[in-house]
């Protein structure tokens, strides 16, 4: 297997360190995360529980349930990043967000098809629906993909990597921060069923973009951590050896 499979991006023959194009996917990545975090999930509140028929503290309910259980399969998570790589575990943890944002989107459908097959009008099916929902949501985009998008960046620098954390993470709260007005924009422009199908569709988009520009770690195409290659660390060794020599 090459580590260009699926991807027409090649980081050896950029003019320049390609951990910079890495910091700047990376960061999108975890901007991308935004649809299973709290602060775009909170934009659905209102809509959504009286579309389902739910009170709020039982929409939270749901909401805690699902983080909970995310929370425990997150860490089970981390196996696959350091098997499979940042690369391949964005890529499925983006595409299984829009998926989930796009089942999201038909619940009120789901659950009353529900009620109707087994003739109930129970609150609890909509809430267990929902409890699943969140937990997909919740484990792909507030989890793994924040992860694996946050790691491989990290991966990529060592002597600059807190310079480029503090760049990644200023840009990530401006962005986390003015989300709620774009959503909330969304939601009144186009109800809340098509706000999560867009919002499916960017994710799935970015799903190509991960294939193209994620990649696990700089090992992988001869260069080292602050975009030395191992051939100049090579001959920086010797130059330094020759000089304690004589």
Not at 126 to 147: A, Y
Request: aromatic share 18%; net charge positive; hydrophobic share 45%.
């Amino acid at each position: 297997m090459t580590k260009n499979k699926y991807s027409f991006i090649d980081p050896k023959k950029f003019s320049f360190f390609y951990g910079y194009v890495i910091l700047i996917f990376g960061s999108i990545g975890i901007l991308f995360s935004n649809s299973g975090q709290t602060v775009g999930v909170s934009v659905f509140t209102d809509p959504v529980k009286d579309a389902l028929g739910l009170t709020r503290n039982q929409f939270s309910n749901a909401y805690m349930i699902g983080t909970l259980i995310s929370a425990f399969f997150v860490t089970k998570a981390g196996r696959l990043f350091d098997k499979f790589g940042a690369r391949y575990v964005a890529f499925f943890a983006s595409f299984l967000l829009g998926v989930s944002l796009l089942l999201f989107s038909f619940s009120e459908k789901i659950a009353n098809f529900i009620q109707q097959i087994i003739h109930s009008e129970s609150w609890s099916i909509p809430f267990i629906l929902i409890c699943f929902l969140f937990f997909l949501i919740r484990f792909s985009g507030q989890g793994v993909l924040t992860m694996a998008s946050r790691n491989m960046v990290m991966l990529w620098f060592d002597k600059n990597r807190g310079k480029v954390n503090s760049i990644s993470s200023i840009t990530i709260s401006l962005g986390f921060s003015s989300s709620p007005i774009l959503i909330n924009y969304l939601i009144d422009e186009n109800g809340w069923e098509l706000s999560w199908q867009i919002l499916a569709l960017s994710l799935f988009v970015f799903s190509f973009f991960i294939l193209q520009f994620y990649r696990n770690k700089p090992e992988d195409f001869k260069m080292i951590p602050d975009g030395f290659t191992k051939k100049k660390v090579n001959k920086k060794r010797k130059k330094l050896l020759s000089k304690i020599s004589h």
